[in-house]
């Protein structure tokens, strides 16, 4: 007897040791393995996924010009360490894509990806518009061979995140303007056929580069698209966007989203001032337009990304001819490396309140999550946050960020009124509760 219950409590303990050590590996698996994978894909909040800046009056404007002069490599790589310190993640390099600037297009590459920049390739074949004096007879079919061997042929060009564009503002080239041919349905054809040939062709090379980013004037995207055409381009539409006054950004967005309710839009290209519409403009004025449309852009939940046109060379420049900055870029760096501002809002009986609106005068706004926890990208600057739910007194809070910081705001709120329930909790906290009104 004594030996069958002492094989029992061995059985037992055997099964309590398996058990244990099966619960341990769990642990193990879930916390070191789940939450850390978990934690890697968390990334830092940022206002805008894609953060570029062109190099058009220098990667293309200059590409004939500067193709021999290996002198012109120091200006190259001082262009891409200023764009990669102004916070952005992406360079737009517009070089074409002929065979004649190839050598020039690849020196471009080379000293972007030194700076750990993704490249928005936005160049096109020079026979397009009639660069650089090539005939302008290049035909839509031609158009759609052309970029699909130029990728196959250069697989070593390209990384995974870049984004290649064969045609920005397409309407402007090929067999005429479609808003003056009238021919949207062949011009919807081409964009839908090259988005195809070209998403194969990185595929063929085994690429992951994004080629849904096909830039056009608003009034193209709002006048020739269709439902059709933006589903296909994964409801993303590309807008190369020049405004006078915010209001005109604005209601244009609005206009294209009525039509198309599930787009999301990336600003191919904005910059001021252009002087067709903004006129001249003081530094100081350049700063505050910048400033004001990046603040608008930052509240809209439908805008992906931003491509600031130009970094130096035109009349939207950040850089001065004497290579000094101009005030426009603290505003770039401002929204292009925001800080962060999140914690936890509680009431006074500290129950985490849910779906809480926390939002800044310039429209940047979250809710808080199941746990009460909010975290909200913000340019860096003064800033105050406004905290505001149903049943709870709105506060205000006064901070500070810095570029690239993490700020932890945790907020109370009162209740409008105290139930009796309310203040019979409150009061296993602090019996003075009680008889608060």
Known sequence: MKEFLSRLSNRRNSKIRIFIATLLVYIFFYFFLFKSSSYAADHTPQLWEIRSIDTMKFSRDLAREKANDKSFDQEIEDEVGKIKELGANY????????DEFYPYLK?????????????WFRGNWSGWEG??????????????????NFILQHPELFVDGDSFTACPECEYGGPGNPMDTHDYEGFRKFMIDEYREMNQAFIAIGKKVRVNWLSLNPDVAKSILDEGTVKTLDNLITLDYYVKEVTQLEKGLDNIKNKFSEARFLIGEFGAPIPDINGAMTDTEQAQFIRNILNYLGSRKDVIGINYWVLKGGSTSLINPDGSSRTAV???????????????????INEQL???????KDGLSTVTDDQGKYNLAVPAGP???TIEADRYKSAKRDIKVS???????????????????????????????????
Do not use: C
Request: without cysteine; proline residues 5%; hydrophobic residues 35%.
């Open 403 to 437: 570029r690239g910081s993490e700020n932890v705001l945790d907020i109370v709120l009162d209740p409008q009124n105290m139930s009796l329930w309310y203040r019979i909790r409150s009061a296993f906290q602090n019996p003075r509760n009680l008889y608060h009104r």
């Open 383 to 385: 800033l105050e946050l």
């Open 131 to 148: 660069w650089f004096n090539y005939p302008k007879t290049l035909a839509r079919i031609e158009h759609i061979q052309k970029t699909r």
């Open 91 to 98: 360079i737009a390099i517009s070089t074409p894509y002929d």
């Open 330 to 348: 603290e505003v770039i760096k401002n929204y292009y490396m925001p800080g962060i501002v999140k914690g936890t809002v509680i009431n006074t």
């Open 107 to 119: 020196r471009w590459v080379e000293f972007s990806r030194k700076s750990g920049l993704s490249i």
């Open 354 to 360: 849910k779906g809480i609106a926390v939002k800044t």
